[in-house]
């Protein structure tokens, strides 16, 4: 389960559940953009979910629009391995699987930190970065993002969907 948030200027963030993992499907064709070297990823919060799993919260910067949204270690993993098969270069280590202790708080906290690390090594390469695969992830999050600020703005002001 993913929650989006979109902060275009000075507005509130909003939340969503949404599945980012699209990027693994097909998707339209369409001209891929480098991205700047403005703009940034970081690995922001996170929060445990009923006793059972960690979300982690991501912020993105592309474009001067800043959005997060929140994702599990799992779904962060099969970008992992989605990247690791289709890029042919060496990718940066994944936080290792942990199946007892992974709500430990000093876990967390570390995981969080190799997470942010891994994330913001990903974005650095600019042959990962402008990878289809890649690109399709930052798309589609921010993509659900401006989708659910929509319907958030729409149920805020009693509006028809």
Do not use: C
């Amino acid at each position: 389960m993913i929650s989006a948030h979109l902060h275009v200027g000075q507005s509130q963030p909003h939340t969503s559940e949404a599945p980012v993992l699209q990027f693994l499907g097909k998707s339209k064709k369409r001209k891929r953009r480098s991205l700047d070297t403005n703009d940034w990823i970081s690995l922001h919060d996170h929060k445990i979910k009923g006793n059972s799993h960690t979300q982690y919260l991501i912020r993105l910067k592309v474009d001067n629009v800043v959005w997060s949204f929140w994702t599990r270690y799992s779904m962060l993993s099969e970008l992992h391995q989605t990247l690791d098969e289709v890029i042919k270069s060496q990718l940066p280590t994944f936080p290792e699987k942990r199946l007892f202790g992974n709500l430990n708080p000093n876990f967390i906290q570390t995981r969080k930190s190799q997470l942010d690390i891994y994330l913001q090594a990903l974005f650095k390469d600019p042959y990962v970065r402008d990878s289809k695969v890649f690109q399709d992830f930052i798309t589609n999050s921010k993509q659900k993002a401006f989708k659910k600020a929509e319907l958030d703005s729409l149920h805020r002001f009693k509006l028809d969907v």
